[in-house]
């Protein structure tokens, strides 16, 4: 499996459906009627990446949030 790039833009299709249940994340995907279920963290993943469709966007707000470095965000 490929990486992405930090450049890479990223849109959730239409049929992948997301809801906050508690503190986490429940991510459907309807046509494959696969489910995942993110914790805190991956959720606040996901969020920025629902809201921007930025990888680089997303590591920068991470990487403030967490007082991590950017490599060991990405």
């Known amino acids: 499996m490929a990486l992405l790039s930090t450049r890479t833009r990223l849109a959730i299709p239409d ?6 249940v ?3 994340t429940v991510i459907l995907d309807v046509q494959s009627g696969r ?5 805190d963290i991956g959720s ?24 991590a470095d950017r490599a060991q965000i990405e």
């Open 15 to 20: 049929h992948v459906i997301t809801r906050a």
């Open 22 to 24: 508690g503190g986490s």
């Open 35 to 39: 489910s995942f279920t993110l914790d």
């Open 44 to 67: 606040r993943v996901w969020a920025l990446l629902e809201e921007t469709g930025s990888i680089a966007g997303a590591v920068e707000t991470l990487s403030n949030e967490f007082a």
